[in-house]
Structures are given as structure tokens and as C-alpha cells.
């Protein structure tokens, strides 16, 4: 398995651009998440996917971020317009529940994005 | 929602010392502690984790200790060697179905020749 694939691996824009960010989970993994890295904040859960259905997005942080999951096999997200306080690692990560509880989540190899 | 605390946010040791990083988490109805190790410029990825039915858990020069009670839960890692040196970081997962990992700020763990 390839495991986990983002891309871009790195993004380098002008403020106001759109941003679309894109992540490939595990195949048959059913849980998919993003997450945001920095120095300030470390690292922060935005928003995850159950069987491509969003469950919990209290995480991200303004209507300028959006993401979709529209099959099992693909998910965005989109920042617009983008500021540069958005620049950080957005990382993807993949779990499968099966019978126990909480399983590993694998993370992608992120996308760094920087807004200038 | 859940806060996790993370302590020491650096730690250096010598090779073939023991390091211990803490957490401590705020929601008792959190039930799965995973830790992550995370290299420079790379992914995070698990390197042990616990739940909340367990109080410890080993591999080999790994171990995760949980105590419920004080919702305190701790990474040692035994004779430590250079490959050890990285970014360690602790999480959990609250009870009620909720699934995203809330993490802790990290430790930078150091390990001097």
C-alpha cells in the first residue's frame, strides 16, 4: 500500500488566492482527517470524515476553509480567499475502525503551504 | 473539549539514559493515548499506544503508563540511542464517539553522544 497521499507537498501563494489541497486516504479506511501544524498552535484536528460523511468540524477555523470528501478515495481542502496566517503543514491522516474502538491514524506526508 | 498538557517541551539526555515525557488530559471520559514521533520535516507516526482498560503498555525499549484516576498518562523510553532524537508527541481521543486526536504540544527530545 502506497499508504496516506497528499498533494501539493508544497504550496506557495499570494494572499487572496485560492488554495485546494488534496489527500488520498489508505484504501478501506473510513475515517479521514486534517490537521494543521505550527509552531504556535502545534498541531490541530480541522475537521474528519466518516464514510465520506463530515462528522465534526468545529475545528476549522473560518468560513474561508472548506473541505469535501465526495468518494472513499478522495478528499479537499480549500482555503479562499487565503492569508498568510493560514501558512503552515496540513496534514492528512487515514484510520479504519473495524471492531476496536480507535485504531492507528496514518498520517500523510503533508503539504506545506506558505501565503504570502 | 479535551486539553492535553505536555511536559517538558525540551529534554536532552545522554545515550543509554532513560526519557520520560508526561501528559496529562482533561476530559475523563478520554479512552485511547497515542504517541507520536515525529522527525524533521517528516509525518508524525505512532510509536505505541494505550487505552483506557490498561494501565501499561511495553515494546521493547518503549513503554506508555496511564493512570485514570489522575488522567495522567507517560512515555518511557529506556537506553536511548541517537535514532531517538525527535519531536514526541502525546494525544487523546475523548469518550462520545468523537474521533479526532487532540495532541499536546510536544517534546523536542535531544539525545547527547
Known amino acids: 500500500d502506497a499508504g496516506v497521499i497528499q498533494s501539493p507537498r508544497h504550496e506557495v501563494t499570494e494572499m487572496g488566492q485560492e488554495v485546494t489541497l488534496r489527500c488520498k486516504p489508505i484504501?478501506?479506511?473510513?475515517?479521514l482527517f486534517w490537521y494543521r501544524q505550527t509552531m504556535m498552535r502545534g498541531l490541530e484536528l480541522l475537521i474528519y470524515?466518516?464514510?465520506?460523511?463530515?462528522?465534526?468540524d468545529s475545528g476549522m477555523p473560518e468560513d474561508r476553509f472548506s473541505a469535501k470528501m465526495p468518494n472513499a478515495s478522495f478528499s479537499t481542502l480549500k482555503i479562499q480567499p487565503s492569508e498568510p496566517r493560514d501558512s503552515a503543514v496540513y496534514f492528512c491522516?487515514?484510520?479504519?475502525?473495524?471492531?476496536?474502538?480507535?485504531?492507528?491514524?496514518?498520517f500523510g506526508p503533508g503539504t506545506r503551504l506558505t501565503v504570502l | 473539549g479535551e486539553n492535553v498538557e505536555q511536559h517538558p517541551s525540551t529534554l536532552s539526555v545522554q545515550e543509554g539514559d532513560s526519557a520520560v515525557i508526561k501528559c496529562t488530559y482533561s476530559?475523563?471520559?478520554?479512552?485511547?493515548f497515542p504517541w507520536y514521533k515525529q522527525e524533521l520535516g517528516k509525518r508524525p507516526q505512532l510509536i505505541i499506544d494505550i487505552r483506557s482498560n490498561v494501565g501499561e503498555k511495553k515494546d521493547q525499549r518503549i513503554a506508555v503508563t496511564l493512570n485514570k484516576t489522575a488522567k495522567h498518562f507517560s512515555l518511557h523510553i529506556t537506553e536511548t540511542q541517537p535514532e531517538d532524537s525527535a519531536v514526541y508527541f502525546c494525544a487523546a481521543i475523548s469518550g462520545g464517539g468523537a474521533d479526532g486526536l487532540t495532541f499536546g504540544k510536544g517534546t523536542h527530545l535531544i539525545i547527547q553522544p
Open positions: 470524515f466518516n464514510n465520506n460523511v463530515p462528522i465534526d
Open positions: 484504501s478501506g479506511h473510513d475515517y
Open positions: 491522516a487515514s484510520s479504519r475502525r473495524g471492531g476496536t474502538p480507535y485504531n492507528e491514524q496514518f
Open positions: 476530559d475523563s471520559a478520554s479512552n485511547y
